[in-house]
């Protein structure tokens, strides 16, 4: 046999989504300053990518010498010299071009991510409303019913009925908000795990 389900269960819901409101909110400042790290470590890989990109350039004017010394058998410079660093100069080039490939990855996420965070604001606000807007219909309900075993005359009763539907009105379109806000998270939540697939696609091509 199913529980009965009274007034108090419903405002004990209202009373639960205002925590997972206040815990939604509490994860989205945490993952905030986690993509800030992120957006900080692509930066600073950056930085790394354009300094190699230098080195490798010097590497090249030293190869080109090298080729043009090698030539001459009394220039100290071997064959093997030159094959190093053509293939130092090759594994920098692979490594640039994947370590690109890696940080705009890791910065189309952040972006993405940055976005999932202020859906999941909307999203927090949009609950806060419902269960601000549920417990005001149940407290107005239990009001109905008080006054009507109270017996009180049938025109007080109409016009905190109609206060009442009023409300029930309010909480069906913060409902629909919210309905459409969790439907919003979710896309972006899809959108994001796909960027997150490419990054490891992109990490398992750079190992």
């Given amino acids: 046999m199913s ?19 206040s815990q939604i909110k509490r994860l989205a400042k945490n993952q905030t300053t986690l993509i800030d790290s992120q957006k900080k470590y692509a930066d600073n ?27 001459e058998k009394r220039s100290n410079i071997k064959d093997e010299e030159v094959k190093y660093f053509q293939e130092i100069i ?30 999941k604001y909307e999203f927090a606000a949009a609950l806060g409303e419902v269960a601000s807007k549920r417990s005001v219909v149940i407290k107005k309900a239990l009001s109905v019913e008080k006054k009507k075993n109270d017996l009180v005359e049938g025109e007080k009763i109409k016009i905190l009925e109609s206060e009442l539907n009023d409300s029930q009105r309010d909480f069906d379109r913060a409902r629909d908000v919210l309905l459409k806000k969790i439907n919003q998270f979710l896309q972006v939540k899809n959108e994001v795990d796909d960027l997150w697939v490419n990054l490891k696609n992109t990490v398992n091509k750079a190992s």
Wanted: proline share 1%.
């Fill in 3 to 21: 529980p009965i389900i009274t007034h108090e269960d419903e405002l004990e819901l209202a009373s639960i989504e205002k925590e997972l409101v």
């Fill in 90 to 119: 090759h594994k920098n080039d692979e490594y640039i071009e994947t370590n690109n490939k890696y940080i705009d990855s890791i910065k189309d996420l952040a972006v993405k991510k940055d976005y999932l965070v202020e859906k």
């Fill in 45 to 71: 890989l950056r930085k790394v990518n354009l300094t190699r990109d230098i080195v490798n350039r010097t590497f090249r004017d030293v190869l080109k010498q090298m080729q043009t010394l090698v030539r």
